[in-house]
């Protein structure tokens, strides 16, 4: 059983869980095992923590003995982006600034895991500080897509994703700040969640753009982010912008989806996020899967959002200007990483220069800099506050497309993973893969990617569907129809058809 148990569902592990046919312990062990094993090729973890996973599956056991009712996703691990804070294990945002650097809490996300019983297996890889689209952006190394090796598993997140997709977790948890969630999701062949911005607490995420960051889910199938949803979800006092009543249940949404019935469900196809720059694959893939809709009962219409055509420019500086703001609490005083200048006199301001000069990375310092720019004066209004009115315009654009379909629809991204290295000196053509994510992020709605096939070159295809604020059980109930149609036609999961990876002995 343990041979095989890495590559169900998180859903199906906590059903062996109940069933007894397994133990916490077993199925933890294997995935360390698996870890062990693909690791060397993947680098999906920066940290693995595995004495503390065991010792947390095996108290989930112990409750399990005693007659404890448990959530059903007890004793599933899961694997945490290295952007979330975690009490006790090393938390770096894939930086040298924080090289080393043990947080002393955790964060909501991580208190309710905890809560109900999901060992940690470790901590993911990301492009530093979230600043990325590839995760080549690490201080510690680049990840690897399981698909193909030579490329990109995406980014912000590629490590969480990387991680679900070679079966070294059956969960993760991500943060989506422009797609850092669902275009990792969508090259791996993976379902990422980015919720309505307030769904899930923000405290204990290190910020990078505070008004866009969002904690979200990393499965492989659309029921287990749903149930991932509602354990990590609900209102936080301490973050204020927590939302403070409840949604919708996602679970049930999934759920009632698989039935595969939606009848009366009005699918709108955004123009703006289907034209030219995408794949000739991508945009075959798509169409199967909007027949797919329209076989399920759903109306599918076109929908024109014409001010999205700005989300990139606009987002490309809302975005720097905040993560200027959130990083300079990195300054060698107080925490983290301290270099003082080779020669000269030793003062705040000297130290300083030197810290960050030294921790920070090229693509960080990029963003710092464009971000100090448009937020100083004389550009503020020109730049910093143009951004804004333009986001104000996307949300209106999403207001007028939701008054006449109840859902949106796009490929996720408008090509499949590309080669690493292959964009790392453009910065610019890197920044045009969240083409199609940026919008959600910037109005703050839900979008959710699941794999929609594979492309031409045989890689996965991302579908991404978007629903108004506080709807997410829309993305859920549209998601799980057309995965379970999407399944039939293929067999089982798309995941079954990536290749093996060679495994160290």
Known sequence: MTSDVTRLSAAAQGALLRSSEISSVELTQAHLDRIAAVEPAINAFLHVSATEALEQAAAVDARRAAGEQLHELAGVPIAVKDIVVTKGIPTTAASKILEGWVPPYDATVVERIKGVGLPILGKTNLDEFAMGSSTEHSAYGITHNPWDLERIPGGSGGGSAAAVGAFEAPLAIGT?????????????????????????????????????????????????????????????????????????????????????????????????????????????????????????????????????????GAYYLIMPSEASSNLAKFDGMRFGLRVEPGSGPVTAERVMAATRGAGFGDEVKRRIILGTYALSAGYYDAYYGSAQKVRTLIQRDFDAAFAKTDVLVSPTTPTTAFRLGEKLDDPLAMYLNDVATIPANLAGVPGLSLPSGLSDDGLPVGFQILAPAKSDDRLYLVGAALEAALENSWGGPLLAQAPELEVAR
């Open 176 to 312: 989506d700040t422009g797609g850092s969630i669902r275009q990792p999701a969508s090259v791996t062949g993976t379902v990422g969640v980015k919720p309505t911005y307030g769904a899930i607490s923000r405290y204990g995420l290190i910020a990078m753009a505070s008004s866009l960051d969002q904690a979200g889910p990393v499965t492989r199938t659309v029921l287990d982010s749903a149930l991932l949803q509602e354990v990590l979800g609900g209102h936080d006092r301490r973050d204020s912008t927590s939302i403070p009543e409840p949604l919708p249940s996602v679970v049930a949404a999934a759920r009632r989806g698989a039935l595969g019935d939606l009848s009366g469900l009005r699918v709108g196809v955004v123009k703006e996020l289907n034209g030219d720059g995408y794949q000739p694959g991508v945009r075959a893939s798509f169409e199967s899967s909007l027949e797919l809709l329209r076989a399920a009962g759903a109306e599918v219409v076109e929908v024109s959002c014409p001010n999205f055509g700005y989300a990139l």
